[in-house]
């Protein structure tokens, strides 16, 4: 059973940065990928990056692309997120997620292909 505990969420003004931890646990590093994704209140819930265990292969859509950066230290079985110049916008509960690679269809940051959730941190961006 893959289990996931993020960590690392608090609030910081704009421009800032803040670098979620996502320790992992019960999955074989090159079948799954491990992905954030956030929601705002009365937002649907999006997602922000994904990584292919295995090939270190990422995707960030552009409304974070060079500002957040995904990667995962294998030893510690952790991914993480760097987040950088952190706007408003960005203020959401975050969430890591993974699924089996062989799961992957279409859009890949599409929620309902994840399997496993972790119980979210929280991030709050002020101007």
């Known amino acids: 059973q893959v289990q996931l505990v993020e960590s690392g969420g608090g609030s910081v003004q704009a421009g800032g940065s803040l670098r979620l931890s996502c320790a992992a646990s019960?999955?074989?590093?090159?079948?799954?990928?491990m992905a954030w994704f956030r929601q705002a209140p009365g937002k649907e819930r999006e997602g922000v990056a994904i990584?292919?265990?295995?090939?270190?292969?990422?995707y960030y859509p552009d409304f974070v692309k060079g500002r957040f950066t995904i990667s995962q230290d294998n030893a510690k079985n952790t991914l993480y997120l760097q987040m950088n110049s952190l706007k408003p916008e960005d203020t959401a509960m975050y969430y890591c997620?993974?699924?089996?690679?062989?799961?992957?269809?279409?859009?890949?940051?599409?929620?309902?292909?994840?399997?496993?959730w972790g119980q979210g941190t929280q991030v709050t961006v002020s101007s």
């Open positions: 019960g999955y074989t590093h090159s079948n799954y990928a």
């Open positions: 997620a993974a699924t089996e690679r062989t799961v992957l269809r279409g859009y890949v940051l599409s929620p309902d292909l994840y399997k496993y």
């Open positions: 990584l292919y265990s295995g090939n270190s292969y990422t």
